[in-house]
């Protein structure tokens, strides 16, 4: 009987899985965090600008952690690198998506390590835009983003396929880059 409803709450969830409150023009959506480590996290999300003029992001804060920064994955002669993000300037009724293997918000020097389904909350500051506090829920059971060959191949598919999927299991392809100085997984 309760089947069905647990089915419609699970698959809504992730729209719900985020509050926020600003005096910003700016808006998120589609917004999770995960832990990378005890010590470490990051958050992915899409960043909207809904008002008339470019909004610059000039920083992130939260109590959570020690730092949170804006940060990117770049392509260094065939290694990707995780590093701060230079300053992200959302346009007029554009929009900026944090994901996995790009641009995202890392989470360093976390205080207690991340738990499933905890809010996290988030401080934006637009400068002359505003600020955006945001809320955004942990989910470790995202799917991974996965090296191959020196590239980010980013899945969105759950860690645990729906029944009605077949895996079949593949040797994976050799990992290139790993163990050298400034690799990193966001």
């Known amino acids: ?4 409803t647990l089915t419609a709450f699970a698959v809504m969830m992730p729209a719900f899985a985020f509050a926020q409150t ?4 700016v808006s998120v959506t589609e917004a999770f965090a995960r832990s990378s480590n005890p010590k470490s996290g ?12 470019a909004c610059t992001l ?9 730092r949170a920064e804006l940060h990117t994955m770049r392509d260094e002669n065939g ?3 995780m590093m701060p993000a230079d300053p992200l300037v959302l346009e007029p009724a554009t929009s900026h998506k944090l994901a996995r293997g790009g641009d995202h918000v890392m989470l360093m020097g976390i205080h207690e390590p991340l738990v499933q389904g ?7 500051d637009f400068g002359d835009c505003g600020t955006l506090n945001a809320e955004v829920m942990v989910n470790n059971e995202t799917a991974p983003a996965r090296m191959v060959r020196g590239m980010v191949r980013v899945t969105g598919l759950p860690s645990r396929p729906p029944r009605s ?3 079949i299991k593949r040797r994976p392809p050799a990992i290139v880059g790993l163990g ?3 690799t990193a997984r966001a």
Not at 1 to 4: A, G, H
Not at 118 to 124: E, N
């Open 180 to 182: 050298q100085a400034g």
């Open 42 to 53: 990051a958050a992915y999300m899409v960043l909207t600008n809904d008002g008339t003029s």
């Open 22 to 25: 600003a005096n910003a023009p």
């Open 165 to 167: 999927i077949r895996v």
């Open 58 to 66: 000039a920083g992130i804060a939260t109590d959570l952690a020690d």
């Open 1 to 4: 009987m309760f089947k069905p």
């Open 118 to 124: 905890q809010m996290i909350p988030l401080t934006f």
């Open 79 to 81: 290694v990707m690198k």
